[in-house]
């Protein structure tokens, strides 16, 4: 299973990965900026998974809310 991740080189996670590796935020194309991209709203954060298993979670069965 290969799960690929990109993100905007101006755009912040609200969480951290579950599962970092070395290429984390390793950029592929352009510039680094020095600036965030946002907007005026209201965000609840995410609950950090117990598991790293993508299965798991999809199933519904991670308990990250106990």
Known sequence: ???SV???EDALPYGEN???SAHAGQMVAGEE???VRSTVNHLRLPQ???GAS???QQAGTDRASM
């Open 18 to 20: 579950p599962l970092p």
């Open 48 to 50: 950090k998974p117990r």
């Open 1 to 3: 299973l290969f799960i």
């Open 54 to 56: 993508f299965f798991v």
């Open 6 to 8: 990109y993100a905007a």
């Open 33 to 35: 900026s020095g600036l």
